[in-house]
């Protein structure tokens, strides 16, 4: 295990449950719920997830496609460009005025908005072919589909089942602020802090 890997598990309380969890072979979409501090996410989360949902949003969506409408609007620009830092994550009120951001902005976004929908949802940060990345997942009418905001195309959202191997899920967060570690964070560790 990579040795971030072994220092997270040394600073858990459930050292031994996680350890058992991790398994190069296993599915990396496989999940088990776990206590995860937002720190954990990236090196610019610093701010738990309920800050995220503080502050009155400014963009009406009452559905999924008008969710997708307003994000396929904004700009997918990288944190050097727009802050001159390697990473950045915005609030979602403060990305409603810019318009612009990397992918943590834009799912931090979606995650958000899609919880005011009531659908079930979540912020993962993993891996997207070979770099680290951020998307949402949502449950609609019993189908797991990824919302990948930054890509601009129609439909920003696809089946799970359709688009699973292009990405390696790694933690995850839902409308509930319940977290989870996946089989993919040994790789996600292994490339977070490279740019977008």
């Not at 040795?3 to 040394?10: E, S």
Request: aromatic share 12%.
């Amino acid at each position: 295990m990579p040795g971030r890997v072994i220092r997270w598990l040394k600073t858990s309380l459930d050292t031994r449950r996680l350890a058992r969890f991790f398994n190069e072979h296993a599915d990396p979409w496989e999940r088990m719920p776990f206590d995860v501090e937002h720190h954990s996410f990236g090196m610019a989360s610093v701010h738990d997830f309920s800050t995220y949902l503080a502050g009155t949003s400014s963009v009406p969506a009452q559905s999924i496609d008008e969710i997708c409408h307003w994000l396929r609007s904004c700009q997918a620009v990288d944190d050097q460009t727009l802050f001159h830092s390697q990473d950045h994550w915005q609030h979602p009120v403060a990305f409603e005025q810019l318009r612009r951001g990397d992918c943590e902005d834009h799912a931090l976004w979606a995650w958000r908005k899609m919880r005011e929908l009531g659908l079930h949802t979540h912020f993962v940060a993993g891996v997207w072919g070979s770099v680290a990345h951020a998307w949402t997942l949502f449950e609609h009418h019993g189908t797991v589909y990824v919302l990948e905001s930054t890509a601009k195309t129609t439909p920003l959202y696809h089946p799970l089942d359709a688009v699973r191997h292009q990405y390696c899920p790694a933690l995850a967060v839902d409308e509930r602020l319940r977290t989870f570690v996946y089989q993919g964070y040994p790789r996600y560790l292994s490339l977070a802090g490279q740019p977008r």
